[in-house]
């Protein structure tokens, strides 16, 4: 019982929590807002490769049903493989014609009410879904280890505030208004909670399972980090803004270590 209070919390404070955060950001101005989110996804990098490298990956390798190292590869692949397929369905469904509804122009002609009305209506679908793998990842964590546990909901939690940002920035343009937006984003993040209890009540006596979904979810934190996060970072070139990225990559990266260090 004990446990799953400790999953129920943490993947209250990996959905919900990182919401209301994200949305005290709209509090700001635009221009506090463009230099505040770039800083939050630099540490969301290193906090995501941090619980990957530091955290999953080697409590997939010493669990009580240990996984070959050759089957950690294979895994970790068809995850980062799996995770770039997933990712490429949305953007099918998301871009027509080489523009993307999300992304447009609110003057442009192509963006009429419907279409952002779809795209508002979509993104709330996909965050369901990945709120729901993200809370199985985290009970997936926990029935390993409890710091294990609290590292994944922690890195879960720092890279959600930037994207659940970017979320209220599209239902906004999508029609929703504020008090709405924020509804909206709350209940699709009670789909950790769902995810959690479905993975606790699954998994329990499926022991020899947890290694795989821990390689998973490294696959998961990995494939967010390098091939969403890190692109955007690319755009700021400057030697001052690149010192400042690497600096927060190092932030989220010690921060995750420290983390697991001091709770063990």
């Known amino acids: 019982m004990e ?15 990182s919401v209301i955060l994200a949305s005290s950001f709209l509090l ?20 995501l490769l941090g619980a990957s490298f530091l955290g999953l990956l080697p409590h997939a390798l010493e669990h009580e049903y ?7 590869g294979l895994t970790l692949l068809l995850g980062l493989l799996t995770f770039f397929l997933l990712e490429k369905l949305v953007l099918w ?8 509804d999300g992304h447009l122009p ?42 294990l546990g609290i590292v994944t909901a922690l890195a879960i939690a720092a890279h959600e505030i930037p994207q659940e940002l970017g979320d209220f ?3 906004l343009h999508s029609g929703f208004n504020r008090k709405k937006a924020l509804f909206y ?14 993975a606790y009540f699954a998994l ?25 996060l890190i692109p955007g970072l690319h755009n700021k070139v400057k030697p001052s803004e690149t010192l400042q990225q690497v600096l927060l990559i190092a932030a989220g990266t010690v921060f995750i270590f420290i983390t697991h260090s001091t709770l063990h």
């Open 169 to 171: 920035i599209i239902l």
């Open 28 to 47: 700001l101005s635009e221009n506090s807002r463009m230099v505040a989110v770039p800083h939050l996804v630099s540490f969301a990098v290193g906090a």
């Open 106 to 147: 609110e003057d442009d002609p192509q963006h009429t009410n419907n279409r952002k009305q779809a795209a508002g209506t979509l993104i709330l679908i996909g965050d369901t879904i990945h709120n729901f793998v993200d809370g199985i990842l985290i009970a997936a964590a926990f029935m390993t280890d409890i710091h």
């Open 93 to 100: 469904r998301h871009c027509h014609h080489d523009h993307c």
């Open 66 to 72: 240990p996984v070959d190292a050759h089957n950690v």
């Open 185 to 198: 984003n709350i209940l699709a993040s009670l789909g950790t909670v769902v995810g959690a209890l479905l």
């Open 204 to 228: 329990s006596d499926m022991q020899h399972v947890l290694p795989y979904i821990l390689i998973i979810a490294a696959s998961s934190f990995i494939y967010i980090a390098v091939a969403d």
């Open 3 to 17: 446990l799953l209070l400790w999953i129920i919390g943490f993947s209250l404070l990996g959905g919900i929590a």
